[in-house]
């Protein structure tokens, strides 16, 4: 489902992933660690095509992502939802709306995106919140709502960076309890953490970058 | 629909920057429906000149009669022509005696008459060009027979310069008025959308196409050319109202005036198309 082949990226200059190969199965749920400045971020960068890699070859949800054409980019990204590191919600729009919008995006009728956003708030525990703006929320809040907005359109691929980064003990419970959910129905999911027990009895395979580096692969 | 709710909801926050906007497009298309308006009033009032035309062809001395015949046969088989009189150099003559009446002691002093053989020639007047008199004239001088053709050449002219000139200028003044609109919608749009910058973003990032994140700043643009349009039109309209109206009621000279309504309808289309236009340079090269 994820595949990486000698993935090389640098920013000016700074190696921020060097030769990197991984692979995640269809329907796994991995991870991704590494003290930060690792390069995770890059890596989900590289796999939802907001940045190229300088070299290798990485595949996704059945594309080899250098074959894209622009104009099919989009369709890609549909089958993607992920959890950005620093949320990426409007702050000009209602959870509701910012929800929505991914459905709003694919062309859903108004309907059954009521129905598709009230059920992931209620997966989130944050129904009570759909007309608050997301300033007026709280980090933990605001990340449940990025979650939220990122299961929404039942995407293929999760990519979910950081996810639990701004949450307490119960929530992160939480969280990881609807990640094994929508795995469980055969999404796969890759989750970026610093935060090792997030994964201690979780994981099926891990992955650790140190300095943009591959250094281990555990099952 | 979820694109047309964003357009609205664009415009009505940057409300004064975009009235701006279609306050300069509804000055513009204005000034711009003025110069047609005089242009076509040009246009009008030449257009019926000829009929006011009468040419006098002189033929030469001592023409034979069938020659006079043929000639007077050509010159009534031509398109533009409604009717040659033949006028003989007797009956300018008398006409000339007429005119003078008691005072023709003066034409004594002439022994022989010294006028000359001539054609009065009629231009129809519906749906003659001036081009079309002047390349007649031409040909009539060219014929063989006829010695010179006078007409009202100064003034026809000088009409034809007016109205070539006015062409031209409503020409470039149309040219330049149409890329000053559309420039204005396609920095409107462009502004628009760079505030709109992060969002568009976030778009792109949760899927959307090309056509979805562009659809809101395209209706945006028309949406602008169309009020600003109307803007022109209310404007037109005023100046329709308070000012041409009593222009020619005090003034009769105005009264061949005519502002034909068309152009208020076609003002807020042609805004539509022109904002239209400068949002699809705007964003045309939009790259993902
Ligand atoms: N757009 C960028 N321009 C320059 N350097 C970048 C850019 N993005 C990331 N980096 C650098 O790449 C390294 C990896 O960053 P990142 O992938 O965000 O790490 P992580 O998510 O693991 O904390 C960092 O040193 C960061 O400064
Ligand atoms: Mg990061």
């Not at chain 1, 959890?83 to 910012?98: A, G, I, R, S």
């Not at chain 1, 709502?145 to 929404?152: G, K």
Request: charge should be positive; include cysteine; charged fraction near 25%.
């Amino acid at each position: 489902m994820i595949e990486l082949e000698n993935v090389s990226k640098a920013f000016g200059g700074y190696a921020a992933l060097s030769n990197i190969s991984l692979k995640v199965e269809r329907g796994d749920m991995a991870f991704v660690t590494g003290p930060s400045g690792a390069g995770k971020t890059t890596l989900f960068k590289l796999l939802y095509l907001a940045e190229k890699p300088d070299e290798g070859t990485i595949t996704i949800a059945g594309c080899n992502v250098a074959d894209v054409k622009s104009s099919y980019i989009p369709l890609l990204r549909r089958n993607i939802g992920v959890v950005f590191q620093d949320f990426k919600l409007l702050n000009n729009k209602t959870v509701y709306d910012n929800i929505a919008l991914t459905l709003r995006i694919r062309g859903f009728m108004e309907r059954e995106i009521k129905e598709r956003v009230h059920s992931v708030l209620k997966m989130v525990n944050l129904r009570h919140k759909v007309d608050n703006y997301p300033l007026t929320l709280s980090g933990g809040e605001q990340q449940r709502i990025t979650i939220a907005r990122s299961i929404v359109g039942e995407p293929t691929v999760m990519l979910a960076d950081e996810p639990t980064g701004n949450l307490d003990e119960e929530n992160e419970k939480e969280i990881m309890r609807i990640f094994k959910q929508i795995n469980a129905k055969g999404t796969t999911i890759l989750i970026a953490t610093h935060n090792r027990a997030l994964f201690r009895n979780t994981a099926r395979k891990v992955f650790t970058l140190e300095g943009g580096m591959l250094r281990g692969e555990e099952e | 629909m979820f694109s047309l709710r964003l357009a609205l909801q664009s415009i009505f926050k940057d409300k004064w920057m975009n009235f701006l906007s279609m306050l300069s497009i509804g000055v513009m298309l204005f000034i711009l429906v003025s110069v047609a308006i005089i242009v076509y009033n040009v246009e009008r009032l030449t257009a019926r000149l000829p009929e006011r035309l009468t040419v006098m062809v002189m033929l030469k001395e001592g023409v034979a009669g069938e020659e006079i015949k043929a000639a007077q046969a050509v010159i009534k088989a031509e398109p533009a022509v409604k009717a040659v009189t033949f006028v003989s150099k007797e009956r300018a003559m008398e006409d000339l005696k007429r005119s003078f009446k008691k005072d023709d002691f003066i034409l004594k002093g002439f022994g022989e008459n010294p006028l000359f053989d001539s054609f009065d020639v009629k231009i129809k007047s519906e749906g003659v060009h001036i081009d079309e008199v002047k390349r007649l004239i031409q040909k009539i001088k060219s014929m063989k027979g006829v010695d010179d053709v006078e007409y009202g050449e100064a003034l026809m002219d000088s009409l034809y310069a007016l109205k070539s000139g006015m062409r031209a200028l409503g020409l470039s003044i149309g040219i330049v008025f149409v890329c000053s609109v559309t420039f204005i919608c396609y920095t409107t749009v462009k502004i628009l959308f760079y505030r709109h910058k992060d969002e568009i973003e976030v778009y792109k990032l949760l899927g959307a196409t090309r056509w979805f994140v562009r659809a809101p700043f395209f209706i945006e643009g028309s949406i602008i050319g169309i009020l600003g349009g109307m803007i022109g039109s209310g404007m037109l309209m005023g100046l329709y109202q308070y000012f041409i109206r009593r222009l020619i009621a005090d003034i009769p000279m105005f009264a061949f005036m005519s502002i034909p309504l068309q152009f208020m309808y076609m003002l807020p289309v042609a805004g539509m198309l022109l904002g239209l236009g400068g949002s699809v340079l705007a964003l045309g090269r939009l790259k993902y």
